[in-house]
T-cell receptor
Framework: EDQVTQSPEALRLQEGESSSLNCSYT??????LFWYRQDPGKGPEFLFT???AGEEKEKERLKATLTKKESFLHITAPKPEDSATYLC???????????FGKGITLSVRP | KAGVTQTPRYLIKTRGQQVTLSCSPI?????VSWYQQTPGQGLQFLFE???????NKGNFPGRFSGRQFSNSRSEMNVSTLELGDSALYLC????????????FGNGTRLTVT
């Protein structure tokens, strides 16, 4: 069965304190790995898609990387507005469903 | 471009009743997926529709059903509601290509009393 595990469950950072969020996965194949951000009371917002090991994507203070077994979301010099729950999801094969991890709740203190 | 629209935003129902939730996808998106989100289980996949056909189905009981119309709009129905059905129900749409990201609506918050 496809599994996605995210760690830690929660992370508290001081503004400007860089860190990384981890997403490890066990799937039969990997068609794509997706990162989302979810704010309270809202639906997940798409951030990145990664397709193969070694790939990296960047957006503002966020950088996502992918290996054969895990993905990292690096947050550089975070600001309070980066506080949210970050979700990772995998698609094992063509036209298959997305399987989500349980998310990492990030809190950035000013 | 308008995003995914879900109605209603909030619902309160009693046990045993049934409920219908509605989703309007982004214009041009032909695939619609439904997820249940709870604090303990996270996002759990319910089903996916593409061109009015169910393409994937999650491990939920038959009380949960859905459909998609020719304009790609979708509905999901839950019959004989149970307390455990209280959750945020999220709809997401995507383009037809098989590795497109999902774009989510803000969900319908269902409370069963």
């Amino acid at each position: 069965e496809d599994q996605v595990t995210q760690s830690p469950e929660a992370l508290r950072l001081q503004e400007g304190e860089s860190s990384s969020l981890n997403c490890s996965y066990t799937v039969s194949g990997l068609r794509g790995l997706f990162w989302y951000r979810q704010d309270p009371g809202k639906g997940p917002e798409f951030l990145f898609t990664l397709y193969s090991a070694g790939e990296e994507k960047e957006k503002e203070r966020l950088k996502a990387t992918l290996t054969k077994k895990e993905s990292f979301l690096h947050i550089t010099a975070p600001k309070p507005e980066d506080s949210a729950t970050y979700l990772c999801a995998v698609r094992p094969g063509a036209n298959s469903k997305l399987t989500f991890g349980k998310g990492i709740t990030l809190s950035v203190r000013p | 471009k308008a995003g995914v629209t879900q109605t209603p935003r909030y619902l309160i129902k009693t046990r045993g009743q049934q409920v219908t939730l509605s989703c309007s996808p982004i214009s041009g998106h032909r695939s619609v997926s439904w997820y249940q989100q709870t604090p303990g289980q996270g996002l759990q996949f319910l089903f996916e529709y593409f061109s009015e056909t169910q393409r994937n189905k999650g491990n939920f009981p038959g009380r949960f059903s859905g459909r998609q119309f020719s304009n790609s709009r979708s509905e999901m129905n839950v019959s004989t509601l149970e307390l455990g059905d209280s959750a945020l129900y999220l709809c997401a749409s995507s383009l037809a290509s098989d590795n497109s990201p999902l774009h989510f609506g803000n969900g319908t918050r269902l409370t069963v009393t």
